[in-house]
């Protein structure tokens, strides 16, 4: 399938695709039926799923989970996008569909806090110790904690 | 009958102390082992010096595998506070006499990481630095340069950061803690947290 009949075929399908560039697409989806979306895609030989990716919307109240899948006999690679409200950041996992989401799934619940439902294991991936907000959220002041914890000043202190 | 005068003796046995001493430091500062533990970006800047470009060899450092058999620990770069954990535990294990440099302005005040909430900013807090070469990274003759420094240091007995860490170790321990041992969250924004319900999350 070819990158037009696949933009045709999913617009059909009720999802706002739109082209980027050659062998790039991007793909909108709504956060209540996006697996039916992605099981159809596996199914239509984009086998690889690269990565999750979280984006905060702070100004939206939203985050934004990313998923980057590729077929490697198409050659396209899609963008796949869901987005969750701030409050509730409560998404469904891929586990089922993709092993390796387990733990890129973990990552984005430390550094976002996105429960990822259906995953068995969230347990912290990277981070030690961490009991503040995850830290890639716009909420958490990164200088703040900075100047606290490790004694960090700006342009170097006073002279 | 031989008087011994204890005053003279006394000060013979000092002066030969001085004397191995000085010889020991002589040996030790042209065989030097430093540690192959990188952190950052400043381990791409080590193979040049080792190897045939720069070839350190020649000035008697040799890389070593383990840090219970080695004496320099090289800080290549930012460390992060997970990395400093690791940095304090191997330095802990090298045998006396041991030596600390530090590479770049990341290791002094952060660098360009210096408002990471994950970039620890003065290493120098946590483990006693003997030399830091500026630059960002240094060229590979600053620490051919340094390197002969330490050799000096090391000869003329001047290198003894190692015996500040144990001086002051309350100092380098509290600052330890501050960043391991933590046991409640640092900013009030920590509140904001979501913690998963798994009665209420249920939507069936």
Known sequence: MNITELLKDLNSRGLEAEKICDGEIKVIANKDNFITHLHYLQSINYEHLANINGVDYIDENEFEVVYQIYSYTDKIHIIFKVRIPREKPVIQSIVDLWEQAQFYEREVHEFYGIHFEGNKDLSPLFLEDWMDLPPLRKDFDTERFSEIVMGSMRNGGKK | ?204
């Open chain 2, 1 to 204: 009958m031989q008087i011994i005068n204890y005053a003279d003796e006394e000060r013979r046995q000092e002066d030969n102390r001085k004397l191995w001493d000085k010889v020991t430091a002589y040996f030790r500062s042209r065989s030097l082992w430093m540690l192959h533990y990188c952190t950052g970006c400043g381990a791409m800047e080590l193979p040049p010096i080792m190897t045939s470009r720069w070839d350190i060899e020649r000035f008697g450092i040799v890389p070593m595998a383990t840090p219970r058999q080695a004496d320099i620990l090289l800080l290549t770069g930012y460390a992060s506070t997970n990395t400093m954990k690791r940095i304090i535990r191997t330095y802990e294990q090298m045998p006396e006499p041991k030596w600390v440099i530090a590479f770049g302005s990341c290791t002094v005040n952060g660098g360009m990481y210096w408002d990471s909430y994950n970039t620890v900013n003065n290493v120098g807090e946590y483990i006693p630095i003997d030399i830091t070469i500026a630059g960002c990274m240094p060229r590979p003759e600053a620490i051919l340069d340094t390197m002969v420094k330490l050799m000096n240091m090391v000869k003329s007995g001047d290198a003894k950061a190692f015996q500040k860490y144990k001086d002051n170790y309350g100092y380098y321990k509290a600052n330890q803690d501050k960043l391991f041992a933590r046991t409640a969250p640092v900013l009030e924004s920590a509140s904001l947290k979501y913690v998963h319900n798994e009665t209420e999350g249920s939507e069936q």
